[in-house]
């Protein structure tokens, strides 16, 4: 597919591009087209799951890159190439409504794969390709590689010399130190392979040229495929301007194709995330220990200890302390409270000044007032407890109203389900409820009641006096156990 030229002719503007001198300062208000390579299957990973959707800090790797992405200025279009899994991606993305989507029917190489996006491509000046495999990449990097590549008429591509340049394309460059084209490491002669100076496949082509040069590229070798980087020794031997640009950091462009790079990504990660937090005064007992998979709001003099692992969005309030080994999921907690350590937080605010765990198992639609206090192997499932209330010791309590200062002895149950549908356990103020009882819902106990210790509550308990259900005492004396028998041995 060729679209009309604007510029004249092909050769005219080969010409006009030939060496041109390049000037400094700004991408004179250029439309840019992003377009995210992600069809790929990921075989390397070994995986059900598309490659692109494979988690760094809690979001697949394709949404790094669409983050980065959506800071960047003058971007007109954003596409994404799917392949495999693509409604699986599509899916996952939803968050992402304004991504044109094309799809690569067969993986043959990430050449054939920008040529599927091509129809969408026209009008935009000059296209930013970049892999959905390459997560760490900073919006700020994208930013100074498109302002260093001003001419509309140059490709940039972003290069860094690493030590281990393992699976990388190599660059390569001519006597006068020009860049003539990328080789593949499978395609490398040894010389080649030695060659320190890496492709990190982050790309910036002139539009204009880009359908005539995806057109010519030929699968001749190694892989068979079609290879995106063939176009830069075309575009070279052409006499266009290969643009390198240096990555500073070069874990920016880090590319996960196996588990081992996922999880040594996710590390370089968390690094970079725990960081950011110290910055703005985070204390974490050991910044090593600490997996943040999500954003983290925090107040001031908040501690953590070691081991705990923060997912969606967790918002701490001022000198919150999280033991060793908690897990909060999408919680709020508030001013001055205390996870205590080994306990599991999911979508539930924690009121100013309570204490929660060891332990303890705080579960979605669950709200602990104020002052309150939740002790080790209670769990609580939608579960409003009131200001100062306490249930210290091994309880489940699910689809209740607890009212304030009441309190939950050891042991006790809300037996909220009867096998088909949830009912509701409602508590008034000041209750105390003696250790394993079960309260049978729905029932309400009154303000203030006190229910003995043992009982089954199946009907409601009235406010103040004491109700208890219990089989009265007994004592059969002089009963003897029965003995075992005799063996013989
Ligand atoms: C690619 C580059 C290599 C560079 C490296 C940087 C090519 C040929 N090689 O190698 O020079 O050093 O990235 O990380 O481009 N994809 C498709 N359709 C396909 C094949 C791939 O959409 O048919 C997508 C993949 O989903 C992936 C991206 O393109 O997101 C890169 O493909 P991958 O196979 O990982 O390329 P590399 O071998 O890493
Ligand atoms: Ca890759």
């Not at 340049?165 to 392979?193: H, K, M, W």
């Not at 359908?211 to 068979?224: D, R, S, T, V, Y």
């Not at 081992?260 to 110290?278: K, T």
């Amino acid at each position: 597919m060729e679209w009309p030229r604007r510029h004249g002719n092909a050769f005219g503007a080969i010409l006009l591009a030939r060496r041109e001198p390049l000037r400094a300062g700004g991408s004179y208000n250029m439309l840019t087209d992003v377009v995210i390579l992600a069809a790929g299957k990921g075989t390397r990973m070994r995986s059900a799951i598309p490659k692109v959707l494979q988690p760094v800090g809690g979001r697949p790797l394709i949404g790094h890159v669409l983050k980065a992405v959506s800071g960047l200025a003058g971007v007109r279009q954003v596409h994404a190439v799917l392949g495999f899994g693509a409604e699986q991606v599509k899916t996952s993305l939803g968050g992402y409504p304004a991504i044109q989507w094309w799809n690569q029917p067969e993986q043959k190489g990430t050449g054939d794969a920008l040529r599927a996006a091509l129809p969408g491509l026209e009008g935009a000046d000059r296209i930013l390709v970049l892999y959905g495999d390459v997560p760490l990449l900073r919006c700020e990097t994208l930013r100074a590689f498109l302002d260093a590549v001003p001419a509309a008429h140059a490709l940039g591509i972003c290069t860094a010399s690493i030590a281990n340049p393992q699976g990388y394309g190599r660059i390569l460059r001519n006597a006068a130190g020009e860049i003539t084209g990328i080789r593949e490491e499978r395609d490398c002669t040894a010389e080649e392979a030695s060659i320190l100076e890496v492709n990190l496949g982050i790309t910036l082509f002139p539009s204009q040229y880009l359908p005539g040069w995806l057109n010519k590229l030929k699968p001749h070798n190694a892989q068979g495929e079609y290879y995106l980087t063939d176009v830069v020794a075309m575009a070279a031997a052409q006499g266009f301007t290969v643009m390198p640009h240096g990555i500073a950091d070069p874990d920016e462009a880090l590319g996960v194709n196996d588990a081992r790079q996922l999880a040594s990504l996710e590390r370089i990660f968390q690094r970079r995330a725990v960081e950011g937090y110290l910055d703005q005064g985070l204390r974490i007992a050991d910044p090593a220990r600490i997996d943040i998979r999500g954003e983290l709001a925090f107040g001031p003099d908040c501690w953590l200890d070691p081991n705990v692992i923060i997912e969606g969005r967790v918002q701490l309030g001022a000198g919150v302390r999280i033991g060793a080994g908690a897990i909060l999921r999408d919680s709020e907690i508030g001013d001055g409270a205390e996870i205590l350590p080994y306990s599991h937080i999911d979508g539930a605010r924690i009121g100013g000044g309570a204490r929660v765990g060891p332990f303890a198992r705080i579960r979605p639609g669950s709200e602990i007032g104020a002052a309150g206090h939740v002790g080790n192997f209670v769990e609580m499932k939608n579960v409003c407890l009131g200001a100062g209330s306490k249930a210290n010791h091994l309880s489940y309590l699910g689809d209740a109203r607890v009212g304030a200062g009441v309190n939950i002895g050891a042991g006790v149950i809300t037996c909220n389900y009867d096998g088909a549908a949830k009912h509701q356990t409602v508590i008034g103020d000041g209750a105390f409820i003696g250790s394993d009882t079960q309260l049978v819902a729905p029932v309400q106990v009154g303000q203030n009641a006190t229910v003995g210790a043992g009982s089954t509550i199946t009907r409601d308990v009235p406010e103040g006096g004491l109700t208890l259900s219990r089989v009265p005492q007994k004592t059969v004396p002089g009963w003897k156990r029965p003995g075992k028998p005799d063996t013989g041995s």
